[in-house]
């Protein structure tokens, strides 16, 4: 049975098959369809009648005003009440057999959004509450197998409102997946063809390159010895990332970008799984490891710069992952990378070892979750890149990764702030920005937010580059050190 529902006297909501109505701020009612007679159906946590603690649940309304109740419509009810003045005497017969209602509130995170007002299911749309993905709800009431009571931890709100279940949720956000037209996972893919398609990739662009630009190519000519900007301090190898690995994401770009939209965890079918994320406040222990900080952002606006900054400033604490590949003459096993066998790195690939992987120029590439946990089992600071597909995949209990995701300025501050930076594309190594690539990064920036903001714990706007890597910096530091909400599954003791 649905609900209607009025927040002064005066409005009235409700639908076809409705025998619920609000009473005041705080309360629903609804007409049992059997006896005939009004009923109390629900008590709005923190409104006026839960405050009262006179009205509960179940409890029958007999009389408004002296005025019998039984056999009336709810709307009916309304009206009656819209036309009293003063003071309004209820006549109730309390319902004796309460429910338990002594549950533990639960926290949670949004994993998607919801809007009462397009829900056709939901009970009384008025004391529906809206919410968007990333959200911190306080549940405080679950009696009812399909209707919650939340809160938002950010609001001053004193009422709660209705919100789905977790399984009235699935089964919406189900509906909305059906109907939604098919999408191709182009992702799943085997390792071999990354190569055969990149080529592809790469007559496309070919055909798109402006002659002007000639000199700056250097496409497949790019040295692969060449690391970029990586130096040695005080016995320590610091790398940013390797271009290889850059060029790969270049190239496969377009393609994971698809992939991200038709399987990526964040879509309505991802969603499904885990519509509510449990969460708990979490300070971590000084003694144990360090928490993974992991940058995200749309490609030029600053992610490896400012991660390569960062470890410069103190490489005694901060470090990156080292990534995996196969040995070269001039490199040193374990500095630059880790190498393995091609098999072993198949193996891990279809183990999901790696947070990410590809091939370029005929070799792999790869970061593992096991090199992230070596640097962070050593006390230092792993701080990575990281492409946002792989967001779950880190998020565990083994990293607890702190996700931040570093945003464009504005058109006009990019333009100010980036003359002399240069941009590193599939075409060219080195070249300066240009007006498209600020409107593609801010474009990008907007979809990354839409679809994989609810993960982010924090924003960092990189204008300038010095204050941006004192910002970063901090939050660094707070994520070691201040309280935050993190899933619950990462604080529950291991299985045995
Ligand atoms: N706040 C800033 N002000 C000026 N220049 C910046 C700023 N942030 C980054 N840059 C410069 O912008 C260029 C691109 O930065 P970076 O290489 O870190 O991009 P990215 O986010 O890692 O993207 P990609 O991986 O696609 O290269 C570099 O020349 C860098 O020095």
């Avoid at 040695?232 to 290889?244: K, N, V």
């Avoid at 994989?452 to 890597?469: A, I, K, M």
């Amino acid at each position: 049975m649905a609900e209607t529902h009025s927040y002064s006297y005066g409005l009235i909501y409700y639908s076809s098959c409705t025998v619920y109505v609000r009473i005041q701020q705080g309360a629903t009612i609804k007409k049992d369809l059997k006896t005939k007679e009004i009923l109390v159906a629900r008590v709005i946590h923190g409104g006026l009648a839960d405050r009262s603690g006179l009205l509960n649940p179940g409890d029958k309304l007999v009389e408004v005003n002296g005025r019998p109740m039984r056999g009336l419509e709810p709307e009916q009810v309304i009206q009656i009440l819209t036309n009293s003045r003063g003071t309004i005497m209820f006549k109730v017969i309390p319902n004796l057999t309460q429910p338990d209602n002594q549950q533990a509130t639960v926290f949670v995170r949004a994993m998607a959004d919801y809007a009462p007002a397009l829900d056709r299911t939901i009970p009384c749309p008025d004391a529906g509450m809206a919410f968007h993905k990333g959200e911190l709800l306080e549940i405080v009431d679950q009696t009812d197998a399909l209707w919650w009571q939340a809160r938002k931890l950010d609001s001053s709100a004193a009422c709660a409102g209705l919100i789905p279940s977790t399984n009235s949720l699935k089964k919406r956000l189900r509906e909305v997946w059906f109907s939604e037209p098919p999408q191709g996972h182009s992702c799943i893919k085997p390792l071999d063809s990354f190569d055969d398609d990149d080529d592809d990739d790469l007559g496309v662009i070919d055909l798109k390159f402006d002659d002007t630009d000639e000199d700056a190519v250097e496409t497949d000519e790019l040295s692969e010895e060449e690391a970029e900007n990586d130096y040695t301090r005080d016995g320590i190898y610091i790398a940013g990332f390797r271009r290889s690995i850059r060029l790969w994401r270049r190239r496969t770009q377009s393609k994971r970008r698809q992939s991200c939209h038709s399987c990526c965890p964040t879509n309505s079918h991802g969603s499904l799984a885990n519509p509510y994320e449990e969460v708990v406040t979490f300070q971590r222990n000084p003694e144990d490891p360090p928490r993974l900080i992991a940058l995200i952002g749309p490609s030029g606006v600053g992610v490896n710069e400012l991660r390569k900054r960062i470890i410069k400033i103190n490489p005694m604490k901060f470090q990156g992952a080292t990534q995996l590949r196969p040995l070269k003459r001039s490199e040193e096993a374990g500095r630059e990378y880790h190498f393995i066998s091609r098999e072993l790195f198949e193996y891990m690939a279809c183990n999901h070892r790696f947070l990410e992987y590809g091939e370029y120029k005929g070799h792999f590439y790869g970061t593992s979750v096991d090199a992230i946990k070596e640097v962070i089992d050593s006390g230092k600071v792993c701080v990575i890149d990281i492409e946002p597909h792989s967001i779950p995949s880190i998020r565990t209990k083994r990293l607890q990764p702190f996700i931040i995701f570093v945003r464009p300025p504005s058109l006009e501050r990019l333009r100010q702030t980036r003359r002399s930076a240069k941009i590193f594309t599939l075409y060219q190594m080195e070249r300066s920005f240009r007006d498209e690539d600020f409107r593609e990064m801010e474009q990008t920036s907007g979809r990354l937010e839409t679809l994989y903001g609810h993960y982010f714990d924090r924003v960092l706007v990189n204008e300038d580059l010095r204050e941006t890597c004192l910002q970063l910096f901090n939050l660094i530091q707070h994520a070691q050190e201040d309280q935050q909400w993190v899933p619950t599954a990462w604080t529950l003791p291991d299985e045995p």
